[in-house]
């Protein structure tokens, strides 16, 4: 770490959570269509209800990202709101060139339908997350999800390990780095608004962060089940995606920095009935280094009350990763038991 508090650009790449290995989803839908391994198949208690809550996916909160930038106060309101009461929102007009984006999902698509033999060359090791496979499994009882997965660190460019970065199909390489520092200039302008609504200059939460941390990932669905869904007063709603918007999820970090006004928002991506589905995400958090806690203003002024404590992010961050990041259970760790 330097003098004025940065981190050094020859520091080493961190590695996170170790993981059990695990069947390839993709090569046991291959041999067997029909069959869903019982260590695939949720409780019945953790599965969606028959409860419809399809209407609410029209009242999903949309956010105009060249309003934002524009500092727009309206649609400032509105970003307040869907952090306040959802944890979770779509953002249209935000700069991605669709090209971009399609380049990516094309080429991830192809990435996935390569042989096994040539996914396993870029495997995940089982002390980390980056590279193809399965990650956080940390039990043999674990109910796991029905995916695979290619995790890379893509910023700050000394964290990434080259070697798990797919040769196959040309280009992905360029693809992935095109693609990711355009979603890392949206998550800066995010970032800046975010502070505005928590009454900040709007650089505060990017300079909280010491370092931005961005991590890709892109997760492969065999045929199975039910659409997309996030949780909402404990209720699972669908979310029908607009054509080229991006879906935004509050951290834990935003709820901690801003000590439990803004939640971060359950949220479950599941298989498609009949054909295979891809998603893709994008992770922005702070360097490990980084200790994380309700910010002093956002402490509500007459009852004193920190909903959560001090904690180091690298220790939280590997925290959660070692529960498997299972519902909102990891928050624990940082609650203070009232």
Known sequence: MGSNGTFLDNEEAPTYAPSIPVP???????????????????????????????????????????????????????????????????????????????????????????????KNKYAMPSDDIQGYGHAYVVSEDQILDWSDALILLVHPSHYRKLKFWPNSPKGLQEIIEEYSNAIRKVATELFQSFSLIMEMDKEALLGLHKQLVQAYRVNYYPPCSKPDQIKHNNEWVPVNPIPDALVVNVGDVFEIWSNGKYKSVEHRAVANYNKARISYASFLFPHDEVEIGPLSHMVDSKTKQQLFKKVRYGEYLRSSMNKKMEGKAHTHMAKIEV
């Open 24 to 118: 390839n989803v993709q090569e046991l839908m291959r041999m067997d269509p029909l069959q869903v391994p019982q260590r695939y198949v949720r409780e019945v208690e953790d599965r969606t209800k028959d409860t419809d809550t399809s209407y609410l996916s029209s009242v999903i909160p949309v956010i105009d990202l060249s309003l934002l930038v524009m500092g727009n106060n309206e649609e400032l309101t509105k970003l307040d709101l869907a952090c306040l009461e959802w944890g979770f929102f779509q953002v249209v007009n935000h700069g991605v060139a669709k090209q971009v984006s399609q380049k990516m999902k094309d080429a991830a698509a192809e990435f996935f339908e390569l042989s096994l033999e040539e």
